[in-house]
């Protein structure tokens, strides 16, 4: 039997937490925790299990994390390093209070809440965070910076569109552009000659400038788009959410949503119908 989610042991005076977190190796369990949370990747690449499901970070990867989710993060590579944020019940409720907020008072919600930043997003938040964590030992201006924290990073997940801008090559941008909007699977082929690049070089580009494969990066995006269409279960069957999403057949969605999520789609639709 799982235990029931608990409060951590923050300092009472504080709204929530903020610290900077650097790979150590050391063993640990899973856990959950009525606090929501948020990792932000700055270096290096990790796992996080969740739940019956599975996030594979790399730089600028944004994670956020609620209370009725177990998590353990796993096999994090000797450059690993995050920050990381916690927020208290009560400031949430607060705060929460906008049309696109809602989910941040949910404990399970349905979906996936891991999506890629452009990279002067991700340079910009680590310098707020920077600022708010050093005064820490001043309640008044940390709790009114962690206040701002909590709004801003939610702010930049749900206007994030796995689309690496800013300091990347051209080609790589408009690749995950044509990816995150089509509809119907584009060949390798394809997708190479609107990058003005042979495959093998967009592929090899793609990897070393966002931390995943073009593979791996397409099937995030289609799974996501299954999220969207999908919603909570009661609108659309599974099958026809998959195919909307740009899947040609439930075996191909089958084997992408287990290799992106670590379980399979039955497994998910039971969970979210039960929630």
Not at 229 to 251: C, H, T, V
């Amino acid at each position: 039997m799982r235990s029931k989610p608990a409060l951590l042991k923050l300092p009472p005076e504080l709204d929530g937490q903020l610290w900077f977190h650097r790979g150590a190796g050391q063993v640990r369990s899973m856990h959950r925790h009525l606090e929501p949370e948020f990792n932000l990747v700055t270096r290096g690449r990790a796992t996080y299990l969740l739940g019956q499901g599975r996030y594979d970070l790399a730089p600028h990867s944004l994670i956020w994390l609620f209370p009725a989710q177990e998590h353990v993060l796993v096999r994090e590579s000797p450059d690993f390093e995050m920050w990381i944020g916690v927020f208290k019940p009560a400031l949430v409720r607060r705060l929460a209070t906008g049309p696109g907020d809602k989910t941040l008072l949910e404990e399970s919600p349905p979906g996936r809440y891991s999506r890629l930043l452009a990279a002067e997003e991700s340079r910009r938040l680590q310098k707020l965070f920077s600022r708010i964590e050093a005064v820490r030992n001043e309640s008044n201006h940390f709790n009114a910076g962690i206040a701002h924290v909590l709004l801003d990073t939610w702010k930049a997940f749900l206007e994030a569109k796995d689309i690496p801008t800013g300091d990347v090559h051209p080609a790589v941008e408009k690749t995950a552009q044509i990816i995150r909007a089509e509809t119907e699977a584009l060949s390798m082929e394809a997708l190479a000659e609107g990058a003005g690049l042979s495959a093998a070089h967009l592929s090899r580009l793609f990897k070393e400038q966002t931390g995943i494969s073009l593979m791996d990066f397409r099937s995030r995006s289609r799974i996501d788009r299954f999220f969207s269409i999908y919603g909570n279960g009661r609108e659309k069957k599974i099958l026809q959410a998959a195919l909307e999403a740009g899947f040609g057949s439930y075996a191909q969605f089958h084997r992408i949503f287990k290799k992106v999520t670590g379980r399979g789609p039955q497994a998910y639709r039971r969970g979210i119908v039960k929630s």
